[in-house]
């Protein structure tokens, strides 16, 4: 089965700088990868997806991008603000053409530094 | 949108009891639904698939006489957890997409806690 590696497991940044995390997978017929903001005691949440056709993907202050031969995925979030703290976790599956269970990786506690 | 509710958002039981969570999609039908757990500072796992009118697909290592699943119908799946023990206390929660989608929707989540 598919296996999702995440790092690093926390990460603190000063307001307003770069924030990246990336993840790696195992299976090379995942196609979709999708990233979740979970805050304490919350729902995840989904703040942005990548198809396996797809490079980069860019929205806002929040961008991913894919490489498919290295097998490896990353988060990055610019101009970082406090309601930006919290938990994000990766994910990686196969979908066929509809929604299918997700592999998650261990997620990463980002901590946005006032 | 695509809203997706749980009942209930937290329970306490005694060892030995069963509960029973519920997952309902509130504006779209949801063919597959799944059952994720989350255990404290933990990643989300997957448990199953639930699936309307058929069985449930399990996850290696998960009992399936143990978490009953049901998929009556296109909004609303239940999860029991039969005879529960300490062990069993976690964070529940439940997903649904959309047909034709990959987008997973996730519910509130249901707080079990098994004394």
């Known amino acids: 089965g598919e296996n999702v590696e995440q790092h690093p497991s926390t990460l603190s940044v000063q307001e307003g700088d770069s924030a990246v995390i990336k993840c790696t997978y195992s299976d090379s017929a995942s196609n979709y990868f999708p990233w979740y903001k979970q805050e304490l005691g919350k729902r995840p949440q989904l703040i942005i997806d990548?198809?396996?056709?797809?490079g980069e993907k860019k929205d806002q202050r929040i961008a991913v991008t894919l490489n498919k031969t290295a097998k490896h995925f990353s988060l990055h979030i610019t101009e970082t603000q406090p309601e930006d703290s919290a938990v994000y976790f990766c994910a990686a599956v196969f979908s066929g053409g509809g929604a299918d269970g997700l592999t998650f990786g261990k997620g990463t506690h980002l901590i946005i530094q006032p | 949108g695509a809203v997706v509710s749980q009942h209930p958002s937290r329970v306490i039981c005694k060892s030995g009891t069963s509960v029973k969570i519920e997952c309902r999609s509130l504006d779209f039908q949801a063919t597959t639904m799944f059952w994720y757990r989350q255990f404290p500072k933990q990643s989300l796992m997957l448990m199953a698939t639930s699936n309307e009118g058929s069985k449930a697909t399990y996850e290696q290592g998960v009992e399936k006489d143990k978490f009953l699943i049901n998929h009556a119908s296109l909004t609303l799946s239940t999860l029991t957890v039969t005879s529960a023990h300490p062990e069993d206390s976690s964070f529940y929660i439940c997903?649904?997409?959309?047909?034709?989608?990959?987008?997973?929707?996730f519910g509130p989540g249901t707080r079990l806690l098994v004394l």
């Open positions: 990548i198809r396996s056709n797809v």
């Open positions: 997903s649904a997409g959309k047909a034709g989608l990959e987008t997973q929707y």
